[in-house]
């Protein structure tokens, strides 16, 4: 890998920047896309570009052997069709074109199990894609338009990598959008937890670093898929609380508040066999594992 020439975009991002650091262990040849977070990766000592994705200047990139996309609107409750789908799909397709003519051959890029929507569990690839939001239907048309791409495209691969629920260290910056696990840890640690009545609801977490060993291992993969990116078990919020109380070892009575939401899903879980089997990936953390590294790197008790 030490020669391949990589672009990452998104890469001052929760996911982008944990690929980031990964990679840079493992090749010198680099090219970094961020909007203004140089302050952010400033142990990285490759080329950084500020700019949008979308904005790109392909006469100061030159070749490229490999793109990996984690950039876009990830906002799962975002109301702006004609921004989401200029970004997310429009500029991501153009993104892909416009790599392949300088060379690239393998691009992987970040999917959502927001494709499912409302379905029942397990959610399986090519099985009851039924978004319910933009944000949902903006990856599956981007999912369509690239596996389409590939096929007119025999000489470059790609991967779409459908990410559920990621946690871990570096999601600080999402805000609100952070995951469960963390805003919980927080609320442990520095407020009042509270769920939604009574608590049942589940979710299929995967640790930030079982999310990077996908996307090297989708690097190795000499075909093109769609695939879910998750642990392939769901944990009660419940649960999650237990957990995250015997590893911080703070133990607060949770408050129960009504949830507000319509179509609000009481189980979010997905099937990982195609992911297994296509990829050769299987994660490494399940949730307790997870928290109790994210809890060690000191990422988790940030306030």
Known sequence: MNELRALVTGAGGFVGSNL???????????????????DRLSWFKGRIIES?????????IGQVDVLFHNS?????????ENKMFFINVESSIKLFSEAIKNGCKKIIYASSTAVYGNSSAPF??????????????????????????????LDTKIIGLRYCN?????????????????????????????????????????????????????????????????SGKSYSFNEIADILSEVIGIK???EYVDNPYENYQQKIECDINRAKSIL??????DLESGIGDYYQSGKLTEK
């Open 20 to 38: 980031l650091r990964e990679l840079y262990g493992q090749t010198n040849n680099i090219t970094a896309v961020a909007t203004s977070a140089k």
């Open 52 to 60: 949008n994705f979308y904005e790109l200047d392909w006469s100061n």
């Open 72 to 80: 876009g609107i990830s906002d799962n409750t975002s109301v702006d």
């Open 124 to 153: 399986i690839e090519y099985k009851n894609e039924k978004p319910i939001s933009i944000y949902g239907k903006s990856k599956l048309i981007l999912d369509k338009l690239a596996m389409d791409l590939a096929d007119n495209q």
């Open 166 to 230: 990621i946690y871990g260290p570096g999601e600080k910056s999402r805000g609100k959008s952070a995951s469960m696990v963390y805003q919980l840890a927080q609320q442990i640690l520095y407020g009042q937890p509270q769920l939604f009545k009574y608590g049942e609801q589940k979710r299929d977490y995967i640790y930030v670093k079982d999310v990077v060993a996908a996307n090297l291992c989708a690097l190795n993969y000499n075909g093109s898929c769609v695939v879910n990116c998750s």
């Open 252 to 254: 607060k009575k949770i």
């Open 280 to 285: 050769g990936f299987s994660p490494k953390y």
